[in-house]
């Protein structure tokens, strides 16, 4: 990311106009139907924000890892978790996602991605979930286009079915695309245990 569009989440952040705590409809959702009944575990949240998701997490016993490139947002998530009490459930990191990163190997139980399109991380992505974990993604498509609002580079847009394609190696729990008032598509996947993955390679 360039220093010019690091420095425009900065103003927009500072003019608050992303600063809502009100968790994705989605994440709630998935979290219900899915992740609810097991165990917290460790999470990471990447351009994660004011910290709308990890506080939302924390509040439910996780612990968060929020990654985002404003030192606006960081700061302000801190302030958000420690209006919330889950200051020491959350870890937070200023961090430029433009280009490929490596999140550690089978390191988390839950990652999050919501309106951020980086496809150099997918891979990174995938090499961090645990076997076991789940991958929750949610972002813009080129359906989005037609309603005048959101980003417009394709690069900040995804193709019909590219999430599917994407994460392949995944078992997808929950897939939708939507069309009306905005165009995105959602995700919900889980990475399969090691010894099902050795079976379905041979």
Do not use: C
């Not at 020491?88 to 961090?95: A, G, K, L, R």
């Not at 919501?114 to 080129?142: D, E, V």
Request: charged content about 25%; aromatic content about 8%; proline content about 5%.
């Amino acid at each position: 990311m360039t220093v010019n569009e690091k420095n425009i989440w900065n103003q927009k952040h500072r003019e608050r106009t992303h600063s809502s705590l009100t968790p994705d409809p989605l994440l709630v959702a998935a979290y219900d139907e899915f992740l609810a009944e097991k165990p917290p575990g460790k999470a990471l949240d990447v351009a994660a924000g004011v910290g709308r998701h990890a506080v939302w997490l924390a509040e439910r016993g996780w612990q968060v890892k929020l990654l985002d490139i404003s030192e606006v947002a960081i700061e302000e998530a801190r302030e958000n978790a420690r209006q919330s009490k889950v200051e020491n459930s959350i870890v937070t990191e200023i961090q430029d996602l433009d280009g490929s990163q490596d999140f550690g190997s089978e390191q988390y139980d839950l990652i999050l991605g919501f309106f951020f399109l980086q496809r150099k991380l997918f891979p990174a992505l995938i090499s961090a979930l645990k076997p076991g974990g789940h991958l929750i993604y949610k972002t813009y498509t080129t359906d989005n286009l037609k309603f005048g609002k959101g980003p417009s580079h394709p690069m900040f847009l995804l193709e019909p079915n590219e999430l599917l394609r994407t994460f392949s190696s995944l078992r997808v729990l929950h897939y939708h695309e939507t069309v009306r008032e905005k165009g995105v598509a959602e995700l919900v996947a889980r990475k399969y245990p090691t010894a099902v993955s050795a079976l379905s390679s041979r």
